[in-house]
């Protein structure tokens, strides 16, 4: 059992470098964050995803940032590849056939 722990974890270490790193005194609460994913599941709008602590929530805000400043910087071209003008007809199995007019 020993060689295949040591294998996995060799693997592991292989995978992601940084790992060893970790330590016990990081500031997630086991608990809390268990606490935290029980009230998610019993609330009336579960989340599908869930930050628990102060550092995935400043990361996960970042990307976002990132993202956003990513499309504003190029919203023109975004927004400059959609149709002049379209024009939806429903035929008669209800689904929509778009017609093409270009200017």
């Known amino acids: 059992m020993c060689k295949i722990i040591c294998q996995f974890s060799y693997k592991i270490r292989c995978a992601y470098p940084g790992i060893e790193r970790s330590r016990l005194d990081e500031p997630g609460d086991p608990k809390k964050a ?19 602590g102060s550092d995935p929530l400043q990361g ?17 071209v975004s927004v400059s590849t959609d149709f002049d003008e ?5 035929t008669q199995y209800g689904s929509v056939k778009a017609q093409i007019v270009v200017n």
Do not use: F, H, Q, T
């Not at 996960?60 to 023109?76: F, P």
């Not at 379209?86 to 429903?90: E, F, P, T």
């Open 34 to 52: 268990a606490l935290g994913m029980i009230k998610v599941v019993d609330s009336d709008r579960p989340l599908v995803r869930l930050a628990l």
């Open 86 to 90: 379209a024009v939806a007809n429903k």
């Open 60 to 76: 996960i805000n970042y990307g976002l940032e990132y993202i956003k400043r990513d499309l504003d910087a190029w919203k023109e």
